[in-house]
């Protein structure tokens, strides 16, 4: 039995550029809910967290009509201007709570559909492991590298290799908290995840294997399908 603790990490600091909306993309309505609420009911039933923390862009206007800020379980602090920032800004939030060798699972806000099972699975696959890792899926599609700024093909890579990363995250407190810190200072633009910051830390993360359907909302038809998975998922 693992003894180390399970803390949350949602960043929700992000404008949805690419939404077409007046409004940031986690309060767009999925199934008549907020998108930022539908996440986190899907997480939080998972159960055994510590905490969880949701930081938010600092003229955040929504926040208070969620009904996730109903719930006392959840705790809210400032974001940054990068998802990175943020999730800095959260671990900020927990230290003197969350001890070096706890677990921290960062996932999407705009990534309502993922599993329970993934979740659980992730927690026990990485258990014991000293790094941790990420859900993730094989890459099934053939990939093709083109010429920076033209549509032009350069090679067709292996995709025996690539795994597309999906969330939840999960990495040790202290490990994160280092391997961000770092990032930040040093290669700010590359840092576009957790499992990136640790890859440049010089770790290894796993991917455990997850579900295809864990998909991120980025543009408008994105809710339809989340609808849709939603949906097929009732009862599996």
């Known amino acids: 039995m693992n003894a180390h603790a399970f803390w949350l990490v949602v960043p929700a600091a992000g404008i949805g550029q690419r939404m077409q909306s007046d409004l940031p993309k986690q309060y767009l309505t999925l199934n008549d809910r907020y998108l930022v609420d539908v996440t986190l009911d899907r997480l939080l039933t998972c159960g055994g967290w510590a905490g969880c923390v949701v930081p938010l862009h600092r003229g955040d206007q929504w926040w208070r009509t969620a009904s996730s800020s109903e719930n006392p379980f959840i705790e809210t602090c400032e974001g940054g201007d990068e998802r990175a920032d943020s999730v800095m800004a959260a671990l900020a939030h927990l230290r003197g709570r969350a001890r070096d060798d706890d677990w921290v ?132």
């Open 105 to 236: 699972l960062v996932h999407d806000v705009a990534r309502p559909c993922v599993h329970n099972d993934d979740i659980t699975r992730l927690r026990n696959q990485l258990a014991d492991d000293p790094c941790g890792g990420l859900l993730a899926a094989p890459v099934s599609d053939t990939v093709k590298e083109v010429a920076p700024g033209t549509d032009q093909v350069l090679a067709t890579r292996d995709r025996s290799r690539l795994w597309r990363a999906f969330t939840p995250q999960m990495f040790r407190f202290g490990a994160l908290c280092e391997a961000l810190q770092q990032g930040l200072e040093h290669h700010p633009g590359a840092i576009t995840d957790e499992a990136s910051a640790m890859e440049r830390a010089g770790w290894q993360p796993r991917v455990v294997p997850g579900r295809a359907d864990n998909i991120k909302i980025t543009v408008p038809e994105d809710l339809v399908l989340a609808e849709f998975i939603l949906a097929r998922q009732v009862g599996s």
